[in-house]
């Protein structure tokens, strides 16, 4: 195992030594024959997938992760208009950044260049494997791809499919690479590469990026669980609110940036939460509320000190009210996952207030959270959504995944 994780790893080296000098033309190109791959190996790509569903459910798959897993025709459609935006996006690579004449007539500036080797240890979402390879070789880089067991089969059919794609083109051949080895240890392997891997990111639940973060001798970059908040403040317009709110948790509550837990101003609270608890209830959605809560709506169960840390990934919502903004956004620094947050306001100065004082990727004023996403941002897709602070955070598109080293032109320049 050992060995074959390493000759994948030198392959891809040797494989991003040349893609740092692919051209733009060409990296588009190859990019277009995967999207062509993708609608021609459709009906293939569904029956592989097929697999791991069946699996799944007798394995007992939570309905979101079922959810995450599924292929069809749309989920491909979405991944090829992904490729399609990626296509259209400006090539990050060699572009010069704050090129400036010194006082002594040396020009200093930087150049963005790609990172090198990407990893990618992701669960559950096929669809990482597209996104992941797209971002990958538009902005120059290598991919190794490590998905989880559970879609086995759907990883080795999409990438079998990228594959061609690259073959096809006479891209850097392993440009795109798949460890198939769904043992643990694969992974732990993998993360030992440092000679070979510039950069791991982790996407999956909190014991994947635990593990990889406690195992890596590689720079990690992470984003940890997705507890997201909406707050509705005592000048908020209750319509928009109550909008904004139903969206952020019921429109699709299996993802990472889907609201967990709404804050609610204790003046507006008497007003907004019955009508909104209705509305969530005839969703679907528990309830867990805070003694308050349960005081204006009694029929909603009593929320308990680990639901304000949960990520529930599923149509249950805690509700609490909050004295004023202040402590809306303590409690949102105590058990926030700085991902993606939400103030609902009419007032200037709370707006900006929470824009301040919030610490999160992605900090929304009269918006939904579910917007935190890099196909919303016009990325065209994401390696996913960093809630660090270096060397990037929010979703990481194509400049993400550069880096850039300072140039310098002279005339025969000398230090004194």
């Known amino acids: 195992m050992k060995q074959k994780i390493e000759t994948i790893a030198k392959n891809a080296k ?21 999207g062509e791959m993708l609608v021609e190996r459709s009906a293939y790509l569904m029956y592989e997938n097929k697999k791991d569903l069946e699996k799944g459910r007798e394995k007992g798959l939570s309905t979101a992760m ?23 996006l400006p090539d990050p690579v060699g572009e010069i950044i704050n090129m400036k004449r010194l006082p002594n007539g040396l020009q200093i500036g930087r150049i963005r260049t790609p990172l090198g080797v990407i990893g990618i240890i992701y669960e559950s979402r096929p669809n990482v494997t597209v996104d992941a ?22 990883n080795i059919a999409l990438a079998k499919a990228l594959k061609e794609a690259v073959d096809a083109c006479e891209f850097p051949e392993h440009a795109v690479q798949l460890i198939d080895i769904t043992d643990r240890q694969a992974v732990y392997e993998m993360l030992k590469m440092d000679a070979y891997i510039d950069l791991i990111i982790p996407r999956g639940g909190h014991e994947l990026i635990r593990n990889v973060v406690e195992n ?70 528990e309830i867990r509320g805070c003694k308050a809560a349960k005081a204006i709506c009694p029929d909603i169960k009593d929320a308990k000190e680990e639901d304000w840390d949960t990520e529930y990934l599923d149509l249950i919502l ?97 230090r004194t």
């Open 216 to 285: 890596s001798t590689i720079p990690v970059i992470k984003h940890d669980k997705g507890l997201c908040h909406v707050y509705v403040d005592k000048d908020a317009d209750l319509a928009m609110a109550e909008k904004v709110a139903f969206n952020a948790k019921v429109q699709r509550p299996s993802v990472c940036n889907a609201m967990e837990t709404l804050l609610v101003h204790r003046g507006v609270a008497g007003e907004f939460l019955p009508g909104m608890v209705k509305r969530f209830q005839e969703a679907g959605v």
């Open 133 to 154: 390879a797209s971002l990958c070789l538009k902005s120059g880089n290598a991919v190794i791809l490590r998905g989880g067991s559970e879609a086995i089969h759907s």
């Open 14 to 34: 040797a494989a991003s030594r040349k893609m740092a000098t692919v051209s733009t033309r060409e990296k588009n190109a190859v990019l277009a024959r995967m």
């Open 318 to 414: 805690s509700v609490k009210v909050v004295e004023d903004v202040e402590a809306a956004i303590e409690h949102i620094t105590r058990y926030g996952s700085m991902l993606s947050e939400s103030v609902i306001t009419n007032n200037y100065n709370t707006s900006w207030k929470f824009i301040r004082e919030v610490d999160a990727a992605s900090v929304y004023v009269n918006a939904s959270t579910r917007f935190t996403d890099g196909g919303e941002y016009g990325m065209g897709a994401e390696m996913g959504i960093s809630t660090q602070k270096l060397h990037c955070r929010g979703p990481m598109g194509l400049e993400e995944l550069t880096s850039a080293k300072y140039i310098g032109f002279g005339d025969g320049h000398i």
């Open 66 to 88: 079922i959810d995450r897993l599924r292929i069809d025709d749309k989920g491909i459609q979405k991944m090829v208009e992904g490729i399609n935006v990626v296509i259209g």
